[in-house]
């Protein structure tokens, strides 16, 4: 006899979501699903948190695949106003992305009746039949939206970098343990062919032991210095003190505002080219060459640490050895001419007539492979290639035999596949609980820059060996007010 009795949607994965501290989170599934509706043309509904450039870039594949944005919600009312009349700001016009601009009308008339919040807590409360969250805001929000997020029952793709913090980073890898929830975090390189396909010819022992590895990205900020105690006029659209959210509250300045590359560069708010770029360009070695925690963590900037990210610096992480894998050191290197150490870089001249301005080196027994910082573009030479340069990774002849091992990303489009998983039709490639592993690496990267010395990392305990200085770094506070 078939039972009447039903539990709605939300309460049912609230409670489950509960219950996944002992018992597991269920596998969130869109709303259709649950009521036994399996059709893969299911429309999703969908809520977009922070309405600045990123998500200009995002919202139009979701519209292109027939998805409903039903919210958006930003704590500056302005944003919101302009991302739904599909207006462009000053900086969107010189860094336009030319998916979004292509798709502005449909965007406006996709946006026109989304409901507008100002706090991402409301929207919860008031939205009752959202299937997935789209998180395009600063780093410090991030965990505290992931989390209530999936305590709503929501499948949930978030911007880089995961996690502000060593222990933020624990907090989502522990929560991912108990969870089978779609999650997808935004290093959009991994989505393409060449990327996967680094992964199996790494992995392949084709390059021999990958001894180490070397990322970069030649950009720089000023020289590090301490934080404004003077303020600019707070506009009156903005919500000032839900902007800094967890971070701490300091007086406005008209420079925080926009992209990473504005709050990013002080470090309660972000954590500079490391965790921009560096989330992007590391992820690739984590994967290809699947990196435990680091054993050692150091690094050697231009300046003193003050209140922002310094003007240059090169990271190190040791690893120690892994299954049948020798021990591992990778780097990233950041500032004005950052780049591999120049001995390693012949190959790169030979095939580019330079060295790249960013990428992703790695330097094999047998052979190297190269990539941009993205991870994407790759190429490879073999020390037994007559050809000084490079060949692409889908083209050398000696990786054409090797079986393809993971499942390739339909039309390399990163949002799509995690449409697609909401819907059921695959499981996504770039889950939180590999987005975690990665923010150890950097948010220890970013324990020793404000550490001012390396440590010895002792991953199962979160503790900096022989520095107890260095917790306070680790287990950043977080203004309660702002968090669920």
Same mark, same amino acid.
């Given at each position: 006899m078939k039972s009447s009795f039903t539990v709605p949607r939300r309460s049912f994965l609230k409670s489950c979501f509960v219950a996944g501290t002992v018992y597991g989170i269920p596998q969130i599934v869109p709303s259709g699903v649950l009521r036994g509706d399996s059709t893969p043309s299911k429309r999703l509904s969908v809520a977009v948190i922070g309405c600045g450039n990123r998500?200009?870039?995002?919202?139009?594949?979701?519209?292109?695949?027939?998805?409903?944005?039903a919210a958006l919600c930003d704590v500056d009312a302005e944003q919101r106003a302009r991302l739904k009349a599909g207006r462009v700001g000053a900086y969107d016009r010189r860094t336009r992305s030319s998916d979004f601009m292509a798709g502005l009308d449909r965007a406006k008339q996709g946006l026109s009746k989304a409901s507008e919040y100002a706090d991402y807590r409301v929207l919860f409360d008031k939205e009752k039949s959202l299937d997935a969250v789209i998180i395009s805001v600063g780093q410090r929000w991030h965990v505290p939206m992931i989390k209530a997020s999936l305590r709503a029952g929501l499948a949930v793709y978030?911007?880089? =970098?995961?996690?502000?913090?060593?222990?933020? !980073?624990?907090? @989502?890898?522990?929560?991912?343990?108990?969870?089978?929830?779609?999650?997808q975090i935004g290093t959009q390189g991994g989505a393409t062919d060449a990327f996967r396909r680094s992964m199996e010819i790494i992995q392949s022992g084709l390059l021999g032991d990958v001894l180490e590895v070397h990322c970069w990205m030649d950009r720089?900020?000023? =020289?590090?210095?301490?934080?404004?105690?003077? !303020?600019?006029? @707070?506009?009156?659209?903005?919500?000032?003190?839900?902007?800094?959210?967890?971070?701490?509250?300091?007086?406005f300045r008209v420079h925080y505002l926009g992209t990473c590359l504005n709050w990013?560069?002080?470090?309660?708010?972000?954590?500079?080219?490391l965790a921009d770029m560096g989330a992007h360009a590391l992820n690739l070695p984590l994967r290809a060459l699947d990196l435990p925690a680091p054993t050692r963590v150091s690094v050697v900037s231009a300046?003193?640490?003050?209140?922002?990210?310094?003007?240059?610096?090169?990271?190190?992480?040791?690893?120690s050895t892994r299954p049948d894998s020798k021990p591992v050191s990778m780097w990233w290197h950041d500032g004005p001419g950052a780049a591999p150490p120049r001995d390693l870089c012949g190959d790169l001249m030979a095939t580019y007539g330079r060295v790249p301005s960013d990428g992703c080196l790695f330097v094999g027994e047998k052979g190297l492979l190269f990539a941009d910082a993205w991870g994407q573009k790759g190429v490879m030479r073999l020390k037994s290639d007559a050809s000084p340069k490079c060949r692409g990774v889908l083209d050398h002849e000696a990786a054409k035999p090797l079986p393809v091992k993971y499942r390739r990303a339909k039309d390399q489009n990163h949002m799509k596949e995690f449409?697609?998983?909401?819907?059921?039709?695959?499981?996504?490639?770039?889950?939180?609980?590999?987005?975690?592993?990665?923010?150890?690496i950097t948010t220890t990267g970013i324990v020793a820059l404000r550490l001012g010395r390396g440590f010895e990392w002792d991953s199962g305990n979160l503790r900096a060996k022989g520095a107890p200085d260095a917790d306070r770094w680790i287990h950043l506070p977080r203004r309660g007010k702002w968090v669920v």
């Open positions: 998500s200009r870039t995002l919202i139009p594949s979701i519209l292109q695949e027939g998805h409903h944005v978030c911007e880089k =970098p995961l996690a502000h913090s060593v222990a933020e !980073a624990r907090e @989502v890898a522990t929560t991912m343990k108990a969870a089978t929830a779609i999650t720089t900020f000023p =020289p590090s210095e301490t934080i404004s105690s003077h !303020a600019d006029p @707070v506009p009156a659209e903005l919500n000032w003190d839900a902007w800094c959210g967890p971070s701490p509250l300091h007086p990013g560069r002080w470090l309660d708010y972000g954590d500079g080219h300046e003193p640490v003050l209140d922002s990210y310094p003007s240059k610096n090169d990271f190190r992480w040791d690893f449409l697609d998983a909401c819907r059921g039709e695959v499981q996504t490639f770039q889950n939180f609980a590999m987005a975690a592993r990665s923010a150890e």
